[in-house]
């Protein structure tokens, strides 16, 4: 039997999960990641994320895609593909309980190319992870 590379599966094919704990209450990380302060830092800056299911974005530098879920103080999903991908992906923001007045933040990406992309990504979303701290925390 075959093992399966990190970050490969069967069915989502590629992806790659960044998460960090945050001192501050989930409500406030999430009326952040929404507002467009957040988006613009972890989407880009130009849209705003539309709850209704289908909504259609493109951001100042060409990401586009469409929301595929909004869950009030829970996920934001949709996908994501900038300008010179042929495929899209699967993008997903998530905010959970991380104890009294923490929040684990956490992005997870799939149906990436390849090992490669994914460790592209993998770069690129930490980086965006710390941003968000920071712009939260001032830390």
């Known amino acids: ?3 399966r590379q990190v970050g490969h599966t069967r069915d989502a094919g590629w992806q790659i ?3 960090k704990t945050i ?3 989930l409500d406030e990380v999430w009326d952040f990641i929404t507002s ?3 988006v613009a830092i972890w989407l880009g ?3 705003t994320v539309l709850p209704e299911q289908g909504a259609d974005y493109k951001t100042a530098t060409g990401v586009q895609g469409e929301t595929r879920s909004f869950r009030e103080l829970d996920r934001v999903r949709l996908t994501w593909q900038p300008p ?3 495929h899209d992906t699967t993008l997903q923001l998530t905010v959970s309980p991380a104890g009294e ?3 684990r933040l956490g992005v997870h990406q799939e149906r990436l190319a390849d090992a490669a992309e994914r460790e592209q990504q993998r770069t690129h979303w930490k980086r ?4 968000l701290v920071t712009a939260l925390t001032g830390s």
């Open 1 to 3: 039997m075959r093992q």
């Open 45 to 47: 800056e130009g849209v």
């Open 23 to 25: 001192d501050r209450p």
């Open 17 to 19: 999960g960044v998460s």
């Open 128 to 131: 965006v992870v710390n941003e």
């Open 36 to 38: 467009p302060a957040g």
């Open 101 to 103: 007045g923490r929040t």
């Open 84 to 86: 010179g991908w042929s």
